[in-house]
């Protein structure tokens, strides 16, 4: 009987060794000893297949960075570094079909369709660390812009997806050099910064020094 995990293999090897999707799902049920009827209670595409593949490799990134000792104790910046370098040592072993995936389903202005399940995990990670950094102070609470952080940070993936696609250095070392940089960049800028203490400043002044009143505000 025809499992997800089956079929996620059966699928993987057909196109890195074909270089295209199976015709179709009967000949893809056929040709691995299952029936379309097995297929379709998992998937309804071959499209979903792959995102339910990209979905995982995000699912077993978080599985395994959560569990070690030191999680509780990291900042939302290295819980962010975590899942950044983790995901990405992962996905080395699967390379080849990342790949093909990426490459296969490529949008000019948008993420591939294949990665709209990985894109919910991503989020929902995304939100949890970033409430945590609200809440403890590390992140600014920019009035409308603390809700994009989470946009900012999904940027930051795609950008550093795309460059380790074309990274061709030893053990893909300018794409780690590339998320340090990144990450750091992305949470500098929703720390707080000394504009943030001036406009804190400002507000104060505004609301007790008089001048609320003067300008009849």
Known sequence: MATIESIQSAYIDHVLTEGSQPKSVYIFAKQN??????????????????????????KKTLTEIEAQEVWAQYSSREKALSFFYAFFELLKGSRSFAVYSLNTHARALSAPVVLDKLKVEFENFADAILKQGLESGELSDRKFFAKRYKDGLWMQFGFVLNFWV???????????????????????LFER?????????????????????????
Do not use: C, H, M
């Open 166 to 188: 074309k990274d061709n250095s030893a053990g893909f070392e300018k794409t780690d050099e590339a998320i340090e940089k990144g990450i750091n960049v992305t949470f500098d």
């Open 33 to 58: 000893d299952t029936t379309e009827e097995e297929f379709y209670r998992y998937f309804g595409s071959f499209e979903g297949v792959e995102q339910s593949i990209w979905a995982d490799f995000a």
């Open 193 to 217: 910064t000394p504009i943030d203490n001036l406009i804190e400043y400002g507000k104060f002044l505004y609301n007790n020094s008089g001048f609320k009143e003067k300008v009849g505000f």
